[in-house]
């Protein structure tokens, strides 16, 4: 593995932008993996994807802000730049993005939104004077069971739920409970105590752009905004499955799973709690794959203070 990791950088580092993609899966995987040759890509500035330098030291993350405050002609550059020290984080990263909040290094006028924004692709943020986490660091597979409710959840209240646009049955994306010790330990980042239970339409709210769910501890889920009645017509068929902890995943899971960091298939999004402003933190997401024919992500958010979740459905 050793001999073949040094091809995989040698190519990297002749190529610059070759084909790296089993790189990628080290650094989904086992990031440490990759720390030992970050020094290598970073002298012939392969900072493309971001996702390498995630087990960046100390040494390398200075590095990459030094190439930050030199100055870059190109805004591609300085972007890729700024998503690598946010995958890196650190004591050093952090230092560089509070810095450049108040002081933004040249080029920055280039990009769409400040330096210190691209702190979320990592998962963090500046939150005033704290860092304030965005996800987890532990994370645990969800895998699809099939339920004998049809997908829409083993309760009475939860079976009986229809959609007031279309009239479908509601689906119970995800039924967790802290009782479960894995699921607890997925949470911690958010501070939930109890059940939570999300229920959504696969009609009327796997196209919109954010879903709100009203939450209770005791497993009560209510749409903030349920669509109106008649409003959508559209023929997909809900999920027959439940998605159900399984065992330990990495911090930066691929597939389905609770707790850890989400795939993003864009820039990183963590909406903002409809209710204070507030951005919300991350709790699950779901392979589309996994429920349906769909492909692309399902992608669940909590503001534990305000109980309200949300979903994004990222698709192709």
Request: charged share 25%; proline share 6%.
């Amino acid at each position: 593995m050793i001999h073949h990791l040094d091809d995989l950088i040698a190519r990297a580092v002749a190529e610059h932008d070759g084909d790296i993609y089993e790189l990628e899966d080290l650094a989904d995987d086992t990031p440490e993996e990759l720390a030992p040759h970050l020094p290598r890509l970073l002298a012939a500035d392969v900072v493309y994807p971001a996702k390498l330098y995630r087990a960046a030291d100390s040494e390398v993350q200075r590095g990459l802000v030094m190439k930050v405050d030199a100055g870059c002609k190109d805004g591609l550059r300085l972007n890729h730049l700024l998503r690598a020290l946010a995958q890196a984080r650190g004591p050093v990263a952090e230092a560089a993005f509070r810095r450049w909040r108040e002081q933004p290094p040249p080029g920055a006028d280039e990009l769409c939104v400040g330096p210190a924004d691209y702190m979320p692709e990592g998962g963090w943020m500046l939150d005033g004077n704290q860092v304030r986490e965005l996800a987890g660091s532990t994370s645990y597979y969800l895998e699809a069971e099939e339920d004998g409710a049809g997908g829409h959840g083993d309760d009475a209240e939860s079976g009986h739920e229809r959609c007031l646009g279309c009239g479908g049955p509601m689906w119970t994306a995800l039924d967790l409970d802290t009782a479960d010790e894995r699921v607890a330990e997925a949470l911690a980042h958010v501070g939930w105590v109890g059940r939570l239970r999300l229920a959504v339409c696969y009609q009327c709210d796997v196209d919109a752009d954010t879903v709100f769910i009203e939450v209770g501890s005791d497993g009560t889920a209510r749409l903030s905004a349920p669509a109106e009645p008649g409003t959508n017509l559209q023929a997909i068929e809900a999920p027959t499955v439940r998605m159900v902890p399984d065992r330990r995943a990495g911090p930066h899971p691929v597939h389905s799973a609770v707790g850890g960091q989400p795939v993003w298939m864009e820039d990183a999004h963590y909406p903002e709690c409809s209710k204070c402003g507030k951005s919300m933190t991350y709790v699950a997401q779901i392979d589309m794959q996994d429920v349906s024919h769909l492909v692309g992500y399902h992608t669940f958010f909590l503001h534990t203070e305000c109980n309200l979740a949300a979903m994004i459905s990222q698709g192709e």
